[in-house]
């Protein structure tokens, strides 16, 4: 009940015919539809129309869209949304292209969050019948699905706030100023059994810091960098080790500037998992376990 | 809401020193306690009291126990329960050690599930404050976690109907005699967003097939198939990948003939996973992808 | 000086489609040339014209040919498999398809050994300026190069006597009847600094056991697997680990049922390594580290 | 005949207590001598008494040490050392500890190049008879052996020629200034079948960049970086790919600053490997495939 998992995330390119060919031929995602000026992908292990929507206009996150278990989620989430303060719009069944009715939240930090229950099911590429672990014919990474985003926010307290009193998330780990302190610096969530299906940092309003594809293991992350090498896609850290979630992971960037990662491992979340604090200090080590540092540009580029 | 996870298995064990060193020792699982006759373990990520409770005894499942997220999901669940017309017991506080208060269902097959919502938090070995992403000091195969179990049942189909109907498990993948049958020859379930929480397949009642633990990834298979060679821990099948489920894997036994499993990989579910179908004559390689056959020993071995 | 490594092997198959198939779409390899009923194959990161010679007529093996270092290597190598009461034959340029003049001996056992110090040079697939580390387009496994091979032999002992005292193999590994014996039962010899380029356990003469590619690690063996079942071609065994060279394995079959390998890992071997013993006793955990058991079926079927 | 192999590398360090704990408990090698004020160490999988020589006096270089195959490869040598007009000084047996009679010679680079033949042998920790893969009780990253080294020359190209010309390396990989050019700038060079056995770049005389041990695999080297991390190894770069070699590396250094690394992978070379060229515009691509550039620290910091 409730939020599942982050459904897709829809982000602005500065070059469509660019950003196709980084989605496609570098992370191997499948092109699914393309309709007013918007071009639709997902990864082969997904059966939902999309989970990731690009459309021309720069750079940046469009919208963040989160698919919630029962039609009757969406009623009980737009009340509390409203008793948060959020402004809602409601987008009706294929507004949001190949999606069911949906509301529209724009959020204290600007970001724009949808959620819905329903889309249009294209199925996996391995099937439903007796099927093989892995599909033939994969291009470039060959990401199987998305898994979870990042952003930036302001107040990333109220931005957390917001997750976990109204969607019900939980938080596995945060990032406090101070041990004993209460006020959240950065947050990572979860509603799935994953690490985290959003977090937030500090920064500017209304930004991406980015979004990030699931790989199995630290095997298939080498294989990813080279990829990245060969077609000269620009790596901005990795491969190497989170310290927070635990996560094998490589951040890149896409051709218009926004940051992609490719993600790995992590331990398994249940509501009941103990959040882990981060103190500001550490925070080098919590989020590159093995150079223990933070580059000013990791922190500073955003989209 | 709900089932969260598999909390713990209790099963028999014929030689409790034998018992103990497989678990600790070859496993890696950490003895947390011992009282009236049961030992009790737990991996080192996990932050419950236990996970496996072994008592003196031939072989075999006492009970498995799940945890639900909320303490009125015990008292939903029991009418459900009850409704379905199974045998029910209620368990007060600590009647199961370290465990909140509880119930325990006789399904029709004759195995026993307890369902609790609280149990005694000693915390994972990596600790909760600015956390390395692994304790020093494991021993042998250093197992994170217990990840699901398997068993036999004389009708797959009602002992699936239980756990989806009266649980709310969804099925991942299911085995039919035929193309376009209803009837259900064994399922794989979850709660959580793992490919399966428990599984059936037929075989005498009550028995248990085997449970199993989490690994990382296929590199760790590696080196616990070696521990188990240096160990002269009987190894059943593997290393190998599963068809269901798509996960990487080795069966072996305790020294009292219990089966064990370490299971890697495998996708991730959600409640609108699409279930899978295989068809009776492909199930040698639903289980065994690479060999594409079973043999007989692992279908009928069971504790 | 001498023997540099395994240049190729020659075998017979009785089906040039399938095997075409096989060695192309299953394997990897390059078909690099055709002439008089043979087909040539090299992997894609040899620069030799060929490291697998195939040609009609049952299964089994026509000759193994290994290449020296220096021209003048032949000579002296003859003159020492003269007085060793080898017989010979010499091969002039191009008698052999793409390689130059030759010596051919009929060994004691009745195989066929072929030296050669030049073959026609095609290049890597990564080339020789500025390389990417792989390839793109492989198919299949994609194995890079052939490795060692392995044969049956009635005498074993003789057999290990021509390697090393005529053609100054070391031997890595033995299996003696009981500790303390002269005598060998089986042996793995290298020239390279690999655990093996030749192994010969006993069995009927003139017979092939199994001829191995090289795969870079464990990882690379669950793929190699998984296109295994995908193109049903039949696993005999693994993927596991050797107890003998400590390398990972799997052993599976061309349609003709000549017996393939892929293998990773292993020691590195020097002139100076200490041979290391196994006795009969412990055989089985030097060929399958895990279940420490030999199967019958392993040792008879030979081609 | 001739060189087999990196013997052992004799390097300065400013505090024994700290370096000790460094090659013991982070890299995991065995401390199996003290003498003179050196201690001497060897990894898990080395027979002979030695492959790391520390003395305290700063950092750098003290000599990097050759074992040959044969007594009477140390005269055919000398005298052609001698012809080269390197200048030579004799070792006679144990005034090197534990090593047999040597000669050292003392290179137009400054470089300090001893040559011999035996050493006392101590065993490998898995033994020689029917052993395991791997023993247990390894310490941090627990590395099996020495790789190669890397130094720093005025003239790579007169340091080539020596290593080439008079002991018989052959070039795996070369630097150019462009395509065409004879002139060398930076050569990665082999007796084994290693992608390189010593390697030189240019920046100051008889200075050390860095010396390596062997990892098995990608998934090693995740171990290495955590345990890095855990024990506050500073890491300098990676893990990441190199483009020459096609190893993956990871670089660090002791608590003295002399540079370590940890490689795994590579090719596999023969005497009639096809030799590759890198032009000077495409080596940052060369060193880190990954990122595609080389950072200034990485070339100046030398010790």
């Not at 009715?101 to 329903?118: F, K, M």
């Not at 990474?141 to 009193?165: N, Q, S």
């Not at 004993?180 to 959003?198: C, E, K, Y």
């Not at 896409?254 to 998992?273: L, Q």
Request: proline share 5%; glycine share 8%; charged share 25%.
């Amino acid at each position: 009940m409730g939020v599942m998992r982050l459904g897709y995330v829809h982000v602005r390119v500065s070059d469509m015919g660019a950003a196709q060919h980084h989605y496609q031929e570098v992370l191997g995602l499948q092109r699914t539809d393309q309709r007013d000026g918007k071009v639709f992908f997902k990864g082969w292990d997904e059966w939902d129309h999309h989970s990731v929507v690009l459309e021309e206009g720069g750079a940046g996150l469009v919208k963040m869209a989160f698919k919630v278990e029962r039609e009757e989620d969406l009623e009980e989430l737009e009340t509390r949304m409203a008793k948060f303060g959020v402004q809602l719009t409601r987008r009706h069944r294929n507004e949001e292209h190949a999606i069911g009715d949906a509301i529209e939240a724009t959020l204290p930090s600007g970001h724009q969050v949808l959620l819905y229950h329903e889309a249009e099911v294209l199925g996996t590429s391995t099937g439903l019948l007796n099927p093989d672990p892995w599909p033939d014919g994969l291009l470039g990474i060959g990401v199987p699905r998305i898994d979870h985003l990042l952003v930036t926010a302001e107040d990333p307290h109220l931005f957390t706030r917001f997750f976990t009193e109204v969607l019900d998330f939980k938080i596995s780990e945060k990032v406090v100023p101070e041990l004993g302190s209460d006020q959240v610096l950065a947050s990572w969530m979860f509603r799935s059994n994953t690490p985290h299906d959003i977090a937030v940092i500090p920064g500017p309003d209304a930004k991406l810091h980015h979004f990030a594809f699931y790989l199995e293991d630290w095997s298939s992350l080498l294989k990813a960098a080279d990829v990245m090498s060969k077609t000269r896609t620009p790596i901005d850290v990795g491969p190497t080790r989170h310290g927070i979630t635990r996560g094998e992971t490589i951040y890149f960037f896409d051709p218009s500037g926004n940051r992609n990662e490719v993600f790995a491992g992590g331990y398994i979340t249940y509501p009941d998992f103990p959040c882990i604090t981060w103190t500001a200090d550490q925070l080098g080590t919590g989020v590159f376990y093995h150079n223990r540092e933070l580059n000013e540009a990791f922190t500073s580029v955003v989209s």
